[in-house]
């Protein structure tokens, strides 16, 4: 079992930036391949990105790439999202998740065990 609690979320302009940040607790934050999702109102949950369990690979949703950047820390049990250049259309919740049943690779949110609360990214246009 691993608690996630999502941190950093607001409201800024179209064009800045702001990260997010994941703090996990429980089992060992290190062996989790970890993602980040989204969820606008009225639409689906989407992928945003992921990163494997030592942080050698990444995978970005190709409306992010560019913009985004997924790290994470090991010592700190803390996963990130750097984002940039905002726009209005990544107004939306957003969640981490941890453990994907898939392995490396999973896009779906059905794939991932563990979730986050959430935090609110409202960006102005």
């Known amino acids: 079992q691993v608690q996630l609690v999502e941190s950093g979320g607001g409201l800024v302009q179209a064009g800045g930036s702001l990260r997010l940040s994941c703090a996990a607790s429980?089992?060992?934050?290190?062996?989790?391949?970890m993602g980040w999702f989204r969820q606008a109102p009225g639409k689906e949950r989407e992928f945003v990105a992921a990163?494997?369990?030592?942080?050698?690979?990444?995978d970005n949703a190709d409306s992010v790439k560019g913009r985004f950047t997924i790290s994470r820390d090991n010592v700190k049990n803390t996963l990130y999202l750097q984002m940039n250049s905002l726009k209005p259309e990544d107004t939306a919740v957003y969640y981490c998740?941890?453990?994907?049943?898939?392995?490396?690779?999973?896009?779906?949110?059905?794939?991932?065990?563990?979730w986050g609360q959430g935090t609110q990214v409202t960006v102005s246009s």
């Open positions: 998740a941890a453990d994907p049943t898939t392995g490396w690779g999973a896009r779906r949110q059905y794939e991932y065990n563990y």
């Open positions: 429980g089992r060992t934050f290190s062996g989790y391949h």
């Open positions: 990163i494997s369990w030592n942080g050698g690979r990444t």
